[in-house]
């Protein structure tokens, strides 16, 4: 298997969405993806679009007698007949502390099947197509993090609570944060509810602190005012983070998330230390 | 009754994928009817060869039949899947045959295909499908002409980062960095015309 660094395997998960990687470039995306909550994050986004991509093709009708065909290649199969599989979410100790997302599950299809042909105009469909779409990303998510890394998770058992319930959401957002100075690599994405206002920051590269130093994350508004938003410290024990986020009033009046290197405790009213890593979030 | 396209019919969907696992034939013929054409009309856009993306198709939901295990939920609803391994499946085929001369009349081939069909293609084409299929169409086209020819590339032709370099004379850094790029545009542009959707 080759060896190639962090950035190199990100820049490959676009390819992996689309099918295009070689052998030992899969084989290297894929051993990298359980240990690396943010290219999972990635890869769903960008599967999300992939997915997409079949139906830009027009359906077509298959050659005369394609049934009559497929009948007879099925008869040279006998099925395996298998008791029911257990989903495997909830197969997890984490799944049974996520809210039960077959409720959101239940209701999207219901408002789907409520669109049904006469039923809907055409903007009434494209809205029910828009929320199946954000239904597909945010449940690909939920899959990749509870399926992969609950291990890792399972110490933060309140924000990963949090974490299961935002990802079903159908108001998320997701915001990149990206490295401000050159060199520097860390990088992280803040999820949030638009409706709710939960936000929680995940991050899986983000170095081990000393005891006197912390974390502190900073929501800046238009006034370009930052506003404290949470502080916590990284051991070199600890697996990724998962933050809440308690932004002062909503979080839709913020222009940009950043995170800044504090004493322990965090600094106030500002920063004291230029951020590392920020994100746009409008 | 047959579908003409395919269903985002999720509950019914999984309701026949439980009969699936219990050896019911005629579930497997029920998810054959309704996904067929949307999963044909992708095997036929890669292979550009009716009798190979036939079989590409039916050997997929033969692999249901055999396997109803095979169906991964963690990859999203039935369809999604589907048409992910009907792609899977295609480009393996392709990258199989590539090197042998295969030509690519793409009006030639409709006609062809539109000879051998069953019946006339139909005129009423699921809501869902047609939808879901304007939307990516409009959004394709408004991605910048490099972005749209490396994905169609990438995703349409199975070429890996490599072979997109040499056959466009890109830098393989630059490659991997516009396919992501229009990945992401699409996305956005995919947002927006569900915002002007619901103006």
Known sequence: ?282 | MQSQGTVENSSGDEHLLRRLQNGDFEAVEELYNRHNRAAFGLAYRILNDAGAAEDAVQEVFLRVWRNPGSYDSARGKFATWLMSVVHNQCIDQLRKKRGQTVSFDQEESQERLNYLAEKAPALEEEVWVKLRHDLIQQALERLPVEQRKLLELAFFGGYTHNEIAERTGQPLGTVKSRIRQGLLKLKGILQSLQLESNI
């Not at chain 1, 298997?1 to 992996?16: F, K, N, R, S, V």
């Not at chain 1, 890394?149 to 309140?158: E, F, P, V």
């Not at chain 1, 839709?252 to 800044?260: C, F, G, L, N, R």
């Open chain 1, 1 to 282: 298997m080759i060896t190639i660094t962090h950035d190199e395997l990100q820049a490959l998960i676009a390819g992996y969405a689309l099918g295009i990687l070689d052998a030992d470039e899969k084989k290297a995306v894929e051993a990298h993806l359980p240990t690396c909550t943010n290219c999972q994050i990635d890869l769903v986004e960008l599967r999300s679009i992939t997915d997409e991509l079949p139906w830009s093709v027009e359906p077509a009708t298959l050659p005369v007698g394609h049934m009559e065909r497929f009948r007879d290649k099925a008869k040279t199969f006998s099925p395996e007949v298998i008791s029911p599989q257990p989903q495997p979410l909830r197969s997890l100790n984490l799944a049974a502390q996520a809210p039960d997302e077959s409720e959101f599950e239940q209701a999207s299809r219901k408002r789907a099947n409520r669109l049904r042909p006469g039923n809907r105009s055409s903007s009434g469909w494209r809205i029910a197509y828009a929320a199946a779409l954000l239904l597909a990303v945010t449940a690909g998510i939920l899959g990749y993090l509870l399926f992969d890394t609950n291990q890792k998770l399972n110490s933060q058992d309140n924000n990963v609570r949090t974490l299961a319930q935002l990802l079903a959401s159908p108001n998320l957002k997701v915001t990149e944060l990206q490295p401000t100075g050159i060199g520097q690599k860390s990088s992280a994405r803040l999820l949030t509810d638009t409706k709710t206002n939960q936000a929680l920051l995940v991050s899986d590269n983000l170095e081990a602190l000393p005891a006197d130093k912390a974390y502190q994350v900073w929501l800046i508004g238009s006034d370009g005012k930052p506003q404290s938003a949470a502080v916590f410290n990284r051991d070199a024990k600890d697996g990724p983070a998962v933050i809440a986020l308690a932004p002062p009033g909503s979080a839709s009046q913020y222009k940009t998330v950043a995170i800044t290197v504090e004493p322990r405790g965090g600094s106030f009213p500002g920063p004291s230390t230029t951020p590392f890593t920020a994100g746009n979030l409008n």
